[in-house]
């Protein structure tokens, strides 16, 4: 079956750590895109990813990095920085076209220790 | 900037008993306004796209309508299986604009 897979589940996260979020997709989409959750708040885009080798800054990028160096993978790294990381993280991918839906992973919900 | 509102926050609803779910916002023209199912503790999957006012959607118990400035989720007859948080988002790939949901529960 096609689809996006998030791991892992659950994350914790110890004072001054860099953690990374997996997320790897079978459809073949060219878009990737990385949200966070919060109770009470809309999803809000960190970074997203038209194409192999590219990416770009969403609404609240600071604290984060990404790399894309497969169309199928867009890892998120929650660094240091990052000073209210505890959260719910939703990967997606859709094809290209401004008409494309997303699809969503399962999610991983990090929380600081 | 869009900016999109749902309305109500929560809602229970009785077994077979029909309501909707609104989703409002600011900035009119061609952008498609999307719904998505979301469950506890999963990501939001996909139900409805609208571009046009005057258009609708089906599936199942579920109609989506869009107007130039809201859309609704109507629901008829809905059973417990169909709570869950439903999410409305409006715009274009990475310029979508979520809203903040309307968590349903249907009670048996």
């Known amino acids: 079956d096609g689809g996006i897979t998030q791991s892992p589940k659950y994350l914790f996260r110890k004072e001054g750590q860099n953690v990374t979020l997996s997320c790897e997709q079978n459809?073949?989409?060219?878009?990737m895109y990385w949200y966070r959750q919060d109770p009470g708040q809309g999803l809000r885009l960190i970074y997203y990813?038209?194409?192999?080798?590219?990416?770009q800054k969403g609404d609240i990028a600071e604290g984060y990095s990404v790399s894309r160096e497969k169309k199928e993978s867009f890892p998120l790294t929650v660094t240091s920085a990052q000073k209210n990381p505890t959260a719910f993280y939703l990967c997606?991918?859709?094809?290209?076209?401004?008409?494309?839906?997303?699809?969503f992973g399962s999610g991983t919900q990090l929380s600081v220790l | 900037e869009d900016q999109v509102t749902q309305s109500p926050e929560a809602l229970r609803l009785q077994e077979g008993e029909s309501s909707s779910l609104n989703c409002s916002y600011t900035?009119?023209?061609?952008?498609?306004l999307f719904w998505y199912r979301q469950d506890p503790g999963k990501g939001p999957e996909f139900l409805f796209t609208?571009?046009?006012a005057g258009e609708e959607k089906e599936k199942e118990r579920l109609k989506a309508t869009l107007t130039k400035k809201e859309s609704f989720l109507h629901i008829t007859a809905p059973k417990p299986e169909d709570s869950a948080t439903y999410l409305c988002?409006?715009?274009?790939?990475?310029?979508?604009?979520f809203g903040t949901g309307t968590r349903l529960t249907i009670i048996p």
């Open positions: 459809l073949n989409h060219d878009a």
């Open positions: 990813s038209q194409i192999v080798n590219d990416f």
């Open positions: 988002a409006r715009g274009i790939r990475e310029k979508l604009t």
């Open positions: 900035v009119s023209g061609l952008r498609g």
């Open positions: 609208l571009y046009s």
């Open positions: 997606a991918s859709s094809r290209t076209g401004a008409k494309e839906k997303l699809f």
